[in-house]
């Protein structure tokens, strides 16, 4: 019996095998235009490339310029460290007989190396705008400067930005991480008496009691005036997370441009240099040896430094000058010692607010471009810090000459002897 066909049913279906499905109809694959983000990807590598291509020469130059640094510094150093320490030892007769002068002509030749380095910068762009309060006008007073830490490079700005306040830079101590003791300037610093500080809680107590007998032996004997201090303890960017956490248990404001700051070395600090009054006049004495007598630690300088876009400069960055040009701003802000509480306890939240208020000025450095004028001032005031090339020229002609001298003499003695 044969089926008999449904109409409309096409004749290859109706003469199908029983139980065999017809084959798919095999149609031309539809172009299909390349996807986007492959598109995307090649345009982009072929930007990348062309970019890559036209910033070479730049680069190398660039590479090249970093090179030449690193060479002159590597010279500079060379040359003028080992002339410091050949002056130190041939004027230790002077040191017997006459230590202030001593210490002044080796404050001299200390100012001198920290003018060197601040040059590096100087010549690489990297120079300073200065804002706040003029610190000129104290810069014959004893002072301590508080300042936020951020990269190596703070302490190259604080050498450049000091050098025209008189003879301020000849006459500081610097409080520094042990670290710096092993670098090229090391010995430097040992021999000008600067005070290298051991981090960590297990080091703390016995840290504080080395600080306050270094300032005890060296401070008023070798007529020092300034010191500087980073109370924070560490670089922001390892000490951030730490602090916000101690400052979320502790109900402290939460900081996010500074870390709360450690008291114990401010707290020494002030209660070594600090000359005590007894009855309105400091204590002890008469008064032709009080008038003889320093006058002891007068001011205390909030230093706040602010970069760019919040992106610190570090002592690599400032010898090689691989970074564009850039301007690090300083504010100064003068507080009188005698308005400073010297209790533990008062002495924590003075210091704490102190560092609330540098936060806010730097959100608004950050937000603005610009720091806020001072309390009861309407207008801004920005300095803008300057080296004299002459001086530099000046300087280090005398290190390259007396390198020459010392070598010169070192190598007729050798010959004598051997």
């Known amino acids: 019996m044969t089926a008999t066909p449904r109409p409309g049913t096409p004749a290859a279906a109706q003469h199908r095998a029983p139980g065999r499905r017809p084959p ?18 090649r345009t982009d590598s072929s930007v990348r490339m062309a970019v890559t291509l036209e910033e070479a020469p730049w680069l190398g130059w660039i590479l090249v310029k970093a090179l030449m640094r690193f060479a002159f510094m590597v010279a500079n150093n060379l040359v003028a460290i080992s002339s410091y320490i050949c002056y130190v030892i041939i004027l230790q007769p002077l040191r017997v007989l006459d230590s202030k002068r001593f210490w002044h002509i080796e404050g001299i030749m200390y100012k001198w190396l920290l003018g060197m380095v601040a040059s590096w910068g100087w010549y690489a762009g990297y ?206 802000r003068i507080f009188p010692v005698k308005d400073v509480p010297l209790e533990t306890a008062d002495l924590t939240d003075w210091l704490y607010q102190r560092f609330i208020e540098k936060e806010d000025l730097l959100s608004h450095f950050y937000e603005t471009g610009s720091f806020p004028p001072l309390k009861g001032h309407k207008e801004i005031v920005s300095r803008e810090m300057t080296l004299s090339n002459m001086w530099i020229f000046l300087i280090q002609s005398f290190a390259f000459l007396s390198g020459y001298m010392w070598y010169n003499i070192i190598q007729y003695f050798y010959h004598c002897l051997f």
């Open 24 to 41: 798919a109809l095999l149609a031309p694959a539809p172009h299909r235009p390349p996807s986007a983000p492959a598109e995307k990807d």
């Open 127 to 332: 120079t300073v705008m200065e804002w706040g309060e003029d610190i000129k006008a104290i810069s014959k007073d004893e002072a301590v400067m508080l300042v936020n830490h951020q990269a190596t490079g703070d302490v190259c700005t604080l050498m450049m930005c000091l050098q025209d306040k008189g003879l301020v830079v000849a006459q500081m101590m610097w409080l520094m991480d042990h670290i710096f003791k092993y670098t090229n300037f090391g010995i430097v610093s040992l021999i000008h008496g600067d005070f290298f500080i051991r981090q960590g809680k297990s080091h703390r107590d016995q840290q504080l009691l080395f600080l306050k007998k270094h300032l005890e032996n060296n401070y008023r004997s070798r007529d020092r005036k300034w010191i500087v201090l980073f109370p924070e303890g560490g670089f922001l960017r390892k000490r951030r997370e730490m602090s916000q956490t101690f400052a979320k248990k502790n109900n402290l404001p939460f900081l996010t441009h500074v870390t709360l700051p450690r008291v114990g070395a401010t707290k020494i600090i002030l209660s070594a240099l600090v000359a005590r009054q007894e009855n309105g006049s400091p204590a002890g004495g008469d008064i032709k040896e009080l008038e003889s007598k320093s006058k002891g630690l007068q001011w205390i300088i909030d230093t706040t430094i602010a970069y760019p876009k919040a992106e610190p400069i570090d002592i690599q960055t400032w010898i090689l000058g691989y970074r564009k040009p850039t301007v690090t701003h300083v504010y100064y």
